[in-house]
């Protein structure tokens, strides 16, 4: 069961087909897109394939990059640490991959990286958010999303400041995302004199049951629930919240900021407020192209593993476009400021993007909408040395 | 900590066990009778359920979508008995368990190939809410789900007990060659325990489903592994043992939550059962089984 199953995404004809004669000549670009294909996230790895299918779509279209088509294979990690080192392994014995795009979840991007790294493979990251991954020196890696404890530390200063509450209640999943989120979210509500009244752990993609936690939180005055987790276990969380006849407000990352968190939660998610590295309803032509195709071709919304998918590919055929190569990628990315569906994008010498806010997404009746709200900051200060 | 709050921990703890029992119980059924730890069970139940989903979308009557999802559960139970079970019943114990193991993953990946990989919700079929007993306030979801659950245990057991599809039952369970040779018909009774044990199995399934709000595909092995530690909890084998083993396991979990947090519930639950089977290897209520040759 561990043998990671290598899958050719969509039809090759989707993939590689308008490219011009003079460049099926030069032989297609690949790309390794690596992610929970199966398993318990593959919900994730779906929307990394259709965030894929849209940019190669859009690509191959407009003759490729540099004249060369895009191709794109499939890498299956089920979302295991163990099986992501496995598909890594496999990535670098083929030298024809211009990078890698993964892995989806912090965990899993961790596993893989040192063998990335070994082989000076170039990693171009959507939604790992973990802190600990641009800390390790890696100079092949570089990623889209926000890091986990600038996240946190804006979370916990949305409860406390802007929202007035003081007693966090933390739900975290019990692998390197959540309980990265966890460990900031406890130092930033101690700068932010907040009290810590309620701090539980699950196993993701395991426990669905939440009803213990919740009567603990509310027997213990939790006055904001704090998630840090994927859209399944939060919406799931909210709509538990509601059976239990508790309502207390939610704060949480953009992982809810998908339209199974509103349906799982089956109105429970009512009022929740998120925090998003990127705005989906922001009045920019690119965001709304990309969130109008989407919506078209697939009768849902992008979650941000899509947009940010989806930017990559762009990103990718801008800086090769620009002559880069497979040996100074990640250090042109590094370079280049980027606008893509999700907004814009630089990067600091970790690899890490840097001057990029939170929007505040607010759900109501029954939608995710922008608010235009900023997070106020007051006491944060602290915690930057 | 007070007591409303241990209470209504409790019924939580009960709500889920319950939950566990209706499962375990289909489970042990068809254990007592082959000694086949039929790991596809869960995903039997798991494509019973996602089949109540889809027929409740298709907006048949609430009632006849959840009898009709059942007789999905007895129908793909008895299908994998036929082709994964019944060729190599007298094999070595072994190949049965591996057979059970891959039919699951097949049930397993036809759902995700029909259904998706995504976690769906289950409408709200049982009114939320609390309702205030002795002046504690106690979640009505948990209550109804622990009242639905007991009766179809007690439906189960009377099945078992009363029925002459129970007594044929024991007799297979006893000894399957003199069940044979007394003219039981014991290539009809092992299909119907194993469509019983599909049947009941996708009513917990269900009962799951509601009480989480969701249906998804892991929760087909989800549901094997906790029936299997309620059924090792109460004695492998042992139907009422298996129903009790699923109410203390979901208490287990609950105590878990309460004492050291959640993040170590299955940990502490599995630390129980072992600490159990050390102590008694049968199980609380089970009886030392012979191992026959």
């Known amino acids: 069961m561990s043998i990671p199953r290598r899958l050719i995404l969509a039809s090759p004809a989707v993939l590689a087909a308008p490219a011009t004669i003079r460049a099926q000549a030069r032989g297609p670009i690949f790309v390794a897109l ?111 999303t926000i890091r986990g404890d600038y996240g946190a530390q804006q979370y916990s200063a ?109 109105g429970g998610a009512e009022g929740a407020w998120i925090m998003a590295a990127y705005d989906p309803y922001a009045e920019r032509p690119a965001t709304r192209g990309f969130m109008d195709t989407f919506q078209t071709r697939f009768n849902t919304l992008p979650s941000q593993v899509a947009v940010f998918t989806f930017d990559i590919y762009h990103l990718l055929k801008r800086v090769v476009e620009a002559g880069a190569t497979r040996a100074n990628l990640i250090e042109r990315i590094k370079a280049t400021r980027f606008e893509g569906a999700g907004g814009n994008y630089s990067w600091n010498a970790r690899g890490d993007v840097v001057n990029r806010t939170f929007a505040v997404i607010n759900v109501r009746d029954g939608r995710f909408t922008s608010t235009g709200l900023s997070v106020n900051e007051n006491g944060l200060e602290r915690l930057r040395g | 900590m007070d007591v409303p709050y241990l209470t209504e921990q409790l019924v939580n703890g009960l709500a889920t066990g319950s939950i566990y029992a209706v499962i375990a119980v289909g489970y042990a059924m068809v254990y007592s009778i082959l000694y086949l730890i039929n790991f596809a069970h869960g995903d039997v139940i798991m494509v019973g359920a996602f089949a109540a989903l889809t027929l409740i979308g298709m907006a048949f009557p609430v009632p006849a979508a959840i009898l009709a999802a059942c007789a999905v559960g007895a129908l793909v139970a008895l299908a994998v008995e036929r082709i994964a079970y019944r060729p190599v019943r007298y094999a070595n114990r072994v190949v049965p368990m591996i057979s059970a193991l891959g039919a699951g993953l097949v049930l397993a990946t036809l759902a995700h190939l029909v259904w998706g990989p995504e976690v769906q919700p289950f409408p709200q079929l049982i009114p939320r809410g609390n309702i205030e007993i002795a002046g504690i306030a106690v979640p009505q979801q948990a209550l109804i789900i622990l009242g639905l659950s007991l009766a179809i245990v007690m439906f189960a057991s009377f099945l078992l007990e009363r029925t002459r599809l129970g007594r044929a039952t024991k007799c297979v369970c006893q000894d399957i060659y003199a069940a044979q040779l007394m003219g039981i018909p014991v290539n009809l009774i092992i299909p119907l325990v194993y469509a019983v044990g599909g049947f009941l199995g996708v009513a917990g399934g269900i009962l799951f489903a509601m009480y989480f709000n969701a249906v998804f595909i892991q929760m087909g092995l989800l549901a094997t592994t906790k029936a299997w530690a309620a059924a090792m909890l109460g004695g492998v084998g042992n139907f009422y043992g298996a129903a009790l083993g699923g109410l203390m396991l979901g208490v287990a979990e609950m105590l878990a939550v309460v004492t050291v947090g959640s993040a170590y519930k299955d940990g502490v639950a599995l630390v129980i059962i072992v600490a159990v089977l050390l102590l008694r290897p049968q199980g609380l209520f089970g009886r030392r089984v012979v191992e026959r040759s």
């Open chain 1, 34 to 144: 690596a992610g929970p294909m199966t398993g318990g996230s593959a919900a994730f790895g779906l929307n990394a394939q259709r965030g894929t299918e849209l940019a190669v779509q859009a690509i191959n279209r407009e003759g490729g990059i540099g004249g060369q088509p895009l191709q794109v294979e499939v890498f299956d990690d089920r979302s295991v640490p163990r099986d992501a080192a496995a598909v890594a392994q496999r990535i670098a014995r083929n030298d024809r991959f211009l990078c890698v795009l993964g892995h989806v979840d912090s965990s899993s991007t961790l596993a893989a990286m040192p063998i990335y790294a070994e082989e000076r493979i170039p990693v171009v990251n959507a939604s790992s958010s973990n802190p600990t991954i641009t800390e390790q020196g890696w100079t092949n890696f570089v990623r889209l």
């Open chain 1, 158 to 266: 949305y409860a406390v400041n802007n929202l007035g509450r003081r007693n966090l209640g933390i739900v975290f999943a019990n692998n390197d995302f959540g309980r990265a989120l966890r460990n900031d979210m406890v130092r930033a509500a101690q700068a932010l004199s907040a009290r810590v009244a309620g701090d539980a752990g699950f196993t993701p993609n395991v426990d669905r049951d939440f009803s213990a936690i919740i009567s603990q939180f509310r027997a213990a005055g939790v006055d904001v629930v704090m998630l840090n987790c994927s859209y399944t276990e939060g919406g799931l969380f909210a709509g538990q919240m509601r059976s239990a006849g508790w309502s207390v407000p939610i704060v949480g990352p953009d992982t809810l900021l998908y339209d199974q968190f509103l349906a799982l939660s089956q």
